[in-house]
């Protein structure tokens, strides 16, 4: 779950760019004219596939998200032993070292650090193509930018697999080269950001954050019963969850095929008319692409991202509000390592909170589905006061369920702190629905999310080694509350977070759409 150019994201108290004779507000109101009957078609239509595009999708993801911990973690244990005590390694292809003698903290540290910066280096790819692809999704369609992020995620799924596959010729760090794969299509931010741009396309305003509640609940469903079954798969045998997530995973190609294309570029009958005149360069621009190097490139095109949000303090505060939450989520990667740490547990039996947890947030996502629903019903402003009333009760409960994960030491402790964290993920689709209501123009709502996904990205970049230096820096203290260090500092900046919140705006705003 997510900056633009000016076109892009006009500022909710910005006036509407200049382009042709008539302004954008009596254009766009030509293009509703002209296109009302067909987004009625597609509204109904297009938001089940984007559902059943997230259920596939997430469900194969689910059914390995544990196994991925144990496979890097055998990977890492395999080396250590290799050197150190070779006997202990199992017969080849699969040679298996025992979970319990993978525990040792310099496994860990090295497996933390493994992972931290695999994540920091997936997150390149996305945080220099999310705009172009957010510009081009806006230009060509979401489709084809679909497919190529999908076919990135694939192509990065595989790697991994064919290096721990071929261990015996194969180094492990070159794990670490399969985020290359995620340029093509710009990976998992850049599918979630076309996701959000299809549902904002088709849906009328009142039932988008709706929409956006409802669709995490179907993901959420598929982490229920996935989840689980791949913790189970996984104490059979470490490749048994691959052998099943595979072919799910793949379902997704003939959903994308299957969505109709919603690109604002087809619904504006005078695309022109939206754009300032300055930024019809960016066309030229692009033609000199050819000419420039990439690097400066991306830097005009973030330059004009961040001029485009500057012109609105509101969506400013939203996109402090989007890092600093999506950085201080960044401990949970470090989960199940914790818990399997400080309560002895398998890496399989870990996995069992995880649909623990999507239980408990399908629960608070379909309550807050009505909710919002029902607020909706009774004008935009209620509903944008639900949305940011979410967003600062997510944030308490997130400081508090952080904290008792942190300080917790039993078992009871550690699954009273994930639900109440749990809690507080409403978070993210609330988000969603204040940045949506506080954009003027939905014309080029694919670079809007795009913007949304670069400031989670840039978060993620900064987060995934800041924490593993914590979760290294616990391990080697040697006690169970340093070992927590992640969780406390986490919910140190989640109060933060909370603090800031109550300067977004609550009350109605003027929307163009």
């Not at 109709?260 to 960016?282: C, F, M, V």
């Not at 623990?356 to 909706?376: D, M, Q, S």
Request: charged share 10%.
């Amino acid at each position: 779950m997510d900056s633009e150019t000016s076109p892009l994201l006009p500022g909710s108290g910005s006036p509407p760019p200049p382009g042709s004779p008539r302004t954008t507000h009596d254009h766009d109101h030509d293009a509703q004219r002209c296109t009302g009957s067909q987004d009625a078609k597609l509204y109904p239509y297009t938001v089940i596939l984007v559902g059943l595009f997230s259920l596939v999708a997430d469900m194969g993801g689910s059914m390995v998200d544990t196994p991925d911990v144990r496979m890097l973690e055998m990977a890492v244990c395999r080396d250590y032993y290799r050197s150190h005590n070779a006997t202990v390694i199992g017969p080849p292809p699969q040679s298996y070292v025992p979970e319990k003698l993978c525990k040792v903290p310099q496994i860990q540290n090295n497996l933390a650090y493994l992972r931290a910066i695999r994540s920091l280096l997936m997150t390149i790819p996305g945080l220099l193509l999310t705009l172009p692809y957010g510009r081009l999704a806006d230009r060509i369609g979401r489709k084809p930018v679909m497919l190529l992020g999908m076919t990135g995620q694939v192509l990065n799924y595989f790697w991994v697999l064919f290096i721990c596959y071929f261990h015996e010729i194969l180094p492990t760090r070159a794990v670490l080269i399969s985020p290359m794969f995620l340029a093509i299509g710009g990976g998992v931010r850049v599918l979630s950001a076309m996701v959000n741009a299809l549902v904002v396309d088709v849906c009328p305003p009142e039932m988008r954050t709706t929409v956006f509640y409802l669709i995490g609940a179907v993901v959420l469903l598929t982490d229920v019963v996935a989840a689980p079954i791949g913790s189970w798969l996984l104490s059979k045998d470490l490749w048994l969850p691959y052998w099943f997530s595979t072919p799910i995973i793949l379902m997704g190609y003939p959903i994308i095929l299957l969505m109709p294309e919603t690109a604002s570029a087809i619904k504006n009958p005078h695309p022109s008319s939206l754009t300032h005149d300055e930024n019809s360069g960016s066309d030229s621009s692009d033609q000199a692409t050819t000419s420039a190097s990439l690097v400066t490139n991306i830097r005009t095109r973030v330059k004009e991202s961040l001029g485009a949000f500057a012109i609105s303090k509101e969506i400013t505060l939203c996109l402090v509000v989007i890092f600093l939450n999506s950085f201080s989520s960044s401990s949970g990667n470090f989960f199940i390592q914790y818990v399997s740490n400080l309560l002895d547990w398998p890496i399989a039996r870990t996995g069992y909170l995880l649909s623990i947890k999507a239980a408990v947030l399908l629960g608070l996502l379909l309550v807050l589905a009505t909710l919002t629903r029902f607020a909706n019903l009774q004008g935009s402003s209620r509903g944008l006061n639900v949305d940011v009333w979410v967003t600062r009760t997510s944030l308490m409960l997130l400081v508090l369920g952080n904290l008792v994960l942190g300080l917790g030491k039993n078992t009871a402790a550690v699954i009273i702190g994930a639900v109440v964290t749990t809690g507080g993920n409403g978070i993210v689709q609330a988000m969603q629905g204040i940045v949506a209501s506080l954009a003027r123009s939905s014309s080029v709502t694919g670079q809007l999310y795009a913007g949304v996904a670069l400031a989670e990205l840039t978060a993620a970049l900064i987060g995934g080694l800041a924490f593993a230096g914590l979760f290294n820096l616990g391990m080697n203290s040697g006690s169970e509350t340093g070992l927590g260090l992640p969780f406390i500092v986490s919910a140190m900046l989640f109060l933060i977070t909370f603090g800031i919140s109550f300067f977004i705006p609550a009350g109605p705003r003027a929307r163009t759409t």
